[in-house]
């Protein structure tokens, strides 16, 4: 649905530039633009999508590095990302990360007034293929080893 739109926008954006005085021989190159760009998508390839902290006494922290590769034809731009919990804190370079390049997102754990087995999930808004990507931390939290 979403190519479908960007399509007409870009058909109608044809028209308008079409009704304007262009030097001849120039009139397909800004529509040849406009629908390369809007199929152009950055892609993520993550060297691990799942990171097991195994087993920790409650209160302690631990953080983990998820990094990837943008395997795509376009920059990625993270727009934001949220947790399935408040005890996990995320961050991330505002950086666009170009096709070819590395970037990360780092995860800090917080296991204080937890017990059991934790199953957290991070959710990553981009403006990648994917649109949101989710990534996992889990392991085990005990009130003593």
Known sequence: MK???????????VMAAACTSTPKGNENADSQTIE??????GSFKFDTTVYNFGTILEGEQVSTEFKYTNQGKADIV????????????????????????????????????KAGTQYKTIRIFSNSEEDIFELVITGEVKNEL
Not at 3 to 13: N, Q, T
């Open 78 to 113: 993270i727009s934001k990302i949220e947790t399935s919990c408040g005890c996990t804190v995320p961050e991330y370079d505002k950086d666009p990360v170009k096709p070819g390049e590395r970037g990360s997102v780092r995860v800090r754990f917080d296991s204080n007034g």
């Open 36 to 41: 390369a760009d809007s199929t152009l998508k």
């Open 3 to 13: 190519k479908h739109l960007i399509l007409y926008i870009a058909a109608i954006a």
